[in-house]
C-alpha cells in the first residue's frame, strides 16, 4: 500500500500534454492555447475619436472660454467607419463621430457639450488640449507584442483579443477520450427497473459527468459482467481511446478479476492500494500503453478516487499546469474522529460566514453514501495519523467546486 502523494507522483509521471488541434476560437472557452500568439497588427490601428464632437486644431482653441468663444468652419461630416477626405487647416474643424479615425491636421476632439452648431459653423466654448479625447493607435495593443501566452486557459476576453486581432483559428491542445466501464454482475442500466439483488449501474454516470467537468470528452463502454473474458473483451475495445477507467472489481473479493485481468493482458501494473479513505483499493496500470485507472465500486469511493488521480491527469494532458483543485483552510463545526493510517477524504459542506470559512461534516461518511457528495462542496483532508479534530479548531478543505466563490446576494 503506499500514499496519496506517492500514488499521484507514480500516475502524474505516466502523463503529458496530447497533441494539438485547431479550433474555431467560438469552440476555445476553457481551453489551453497551445501557440503564442503575437499581434499582427495596432489595436487600434489608427488614431480615432473617443467622444463624439468636433476635430480641431488644438492651437486654435487656445485660452478659448465659455465667455471667449471660437467660431469654427465646418468642413466635412465622419461618422464611425468612414474616412476624412480633407486636411484641417487653421479655424477648421470637423464633425466626428466616437471611433472614426481623426482627420490629418487634427490633435484634439472637442466634445459636443462643449459646442454648439449652427449650419456650416461650430462654436467652441473650451481650449482642448494636444491630443484631448484621441485614442491612439497601437495604444490597447502594438504590432508584434506578445498577447495571448501559450499554456493560458481562454476566457472570454481572450476570445475578443483574439477576434480583434483577426485570429478566427488557433491550436489548443486536443481533449482526450476517456473510456468509462462499470464492472459487477449486480449492475443494471438506468432503463431498467432493478429487481432484487440488482443496482443500478450510477458510476458510470457521476464519471462521466466528472470527466465533462475536466473538458475531456467520456466514451460509455456499459457494463461488464464480474468474468476474465468479459473484462478483456471491454478492456480491448478501451484501447482505443486515450484513457481506460474502470469501477469495482478491485477488492479483495472472490469476483475482483479487474487486477488480474491488467496483470494479464496488460504490460504494466504500476500499483494497487492507496493509504487512504475512502477509495484504497484502487489500481494503476496500463494496458498496451494506454492508461488504465482501476477505481474502486464504492460509488463515493469512485468519485473520490477521481479527483484525487484522474482529473489532474486528465488536465494535464489537455495541457493545463494548474491541475490541483483549491484547498482552503476553514473552522470545523463539530468534533471528528478517525484512525490512524490512513488520509480521510471526509465529505464537508463549507460556508463562509462572517469572514471566516465553517466545514460541517455531510454526516454519515460511508463510501456508499452518494448523498454525502450531492451535499458536499468540500472534501476535509485529514492525514495520516490524526486521530480526531476538535470542533473549533483549523482544518485543511479541498474544494469540489466554486460554489464558495458564487453568491445568492451583491458582494460589493
Ligand atoms: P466492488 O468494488 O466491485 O466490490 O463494488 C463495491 C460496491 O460498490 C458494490 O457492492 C456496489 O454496491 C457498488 N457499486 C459497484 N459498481 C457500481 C456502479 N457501477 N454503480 C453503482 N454502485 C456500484
Ligand atoms: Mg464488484
New binding site residues.
Given amino acids: 500500500m503506499i500514499s496519496v502523494e506517492k500514488a499521484l507522483e507514480t500516475i502524474l509521471a505516466n502523463f503529458r500534454p496530447l497533441g494539438l488541434e485547431k479550433i474555431n476560437i467560438l469552440d476555445g472557452r476553457g481551453r489551453v492555447i497551445g501557440e503564442d500568439i503575437f499581434a499582427p497588427r495596432n489595436i487600434p490601428s489608427a488614431d480615432n475619436s473617443a467622444m463624439d464632437g468636433y476635430a480641431v486644431r488644438y492651437a486654435d482653441t487656445k485660452g478659448v472660454t465659455k465667455d471667449t468663444s471660437l467660431k469654427l468652419k465646418i468642413i466635412e461630416d465622419i461618422p464611425a467607419g468612414k474616412v476624412a477626405s480633407k486636411k484641417i487647416n487653421k479655424n477648421e474643424a470637423a464633425r466626428i463621430m466616437t471611433g472614426a479615425v481623426i482627420p490629418e491636421g487634427a490633435d484634439a476632439v472637442v466634445r459636443q457639450e462643449d459646442t454648439l452648431k449652427e449650419g456650416k459653423t461650430v462654436t467652441i466654448y473650451t481650449s482642448a488640449k494636444k491630443g484631448e479625447n484621441i485614442r491612439f493607435a497601437g495604444e490597447d495593443v502594438q504590432r508584434d507584442e506578445l498577447v495571448v501566452k501559450k499554456g493560458s486557459v481562454l476566457r472570454p476576453a481572450d476570445i475578443g483579443m483574439l477576434a480583434a486581432l483577426g485570429k478566427a483559428f488557433v491550436n489548443v491542445y486536443q481533449k482526450p477520450s476517456v473510456a468509462i466501464m462499470?464492472?459487477?454482475d449486480?449492475?443494471v442500466d438506468i432503463e431498467i427497473d432493478p429487481p432484487p439483488g440488482k443496482?443500478?449501474?450510477?458510476?458510470?454516470y457521476s464519471l462521466a459527468a466528472q470527466v465533462l467537468e475536466c473538458g475531456a470528452i467520456p466514451v460509455m463502454l456499459g457494463?461488464s459482467k464480474d468474468k476474465k473474458i468479459d473484462l478483456q473483451e471491454k478492456f480491448k475495445t478501451a484501447l482505443h481511446s486515450d484513457v481506460i477507467i474502470s469501477?469495482?472489481?478491485?477488492?479483495v473479493?472472490d469476483f475482483?478479476f479487474v487486477k488480474n485481468v491488467m496483470g494479464e493482458i496488460g504490460n504494466a501494473m504500476h500499483f494497487w492500494q492507496v493509504a487512504m479513505r475512502p477509495g484504497k483499493?484502487l489500481a494503476f496500470g496500463s494496458i498496451e500503453g494506454v492508461p488504465l485507472f482501476g477505481l474502486?465500486?464504492?460509488?463515493v469511493s469512485v468519485m473520490v478516487s477521481f479527483e484525487q488521480f484522474v482529473r489532474p491527469s486528465l488536465l494535464r494532458m489537455q495541457g493545463h499546469t494548474k491541475i490541483f483543485r483549491q484547498t482552503i483552510k476553514a473552522i470545523c463545526a463539530e468534533d471528528f474522529q478517525k484512525q490512524a493510517g490512513f488520509k480521510h477524504f471526509i465529505r464537508a459542506i463549507v460556508k463562509k460566514e462572517k469572514g471566516k470559512y465553517i466545514a460541517t461534516t455531510t454526516g454519515d461518511q460511508g463510501s456508499?453514501i452518494l448523498k454525502s457528495m450531492v451535499t458536499a462542496n468540500g472534501l476535509i483532508v485529514m492525514r495520516e495519523h490524526e486521530t480526531r479534530i476538535k470542533k473549533g479548531s483549523e482544518v485543511t478543505v479541498q474544494l469540489l467546486d466554486n460554489s464558495l466563490f458564487q453568491s445568492d446576494s451583491l458582494q460589493f
Fill in positions: 462499470s464492472t459487477g449486480e449492475l443496482i443500478v449501474n450510477s458510476n458510470s457494463i469501477s469495482g472489481g478491485v477488492s473479493g475482483d483499493p474502486p465500486g464504492n460509488p456508499g
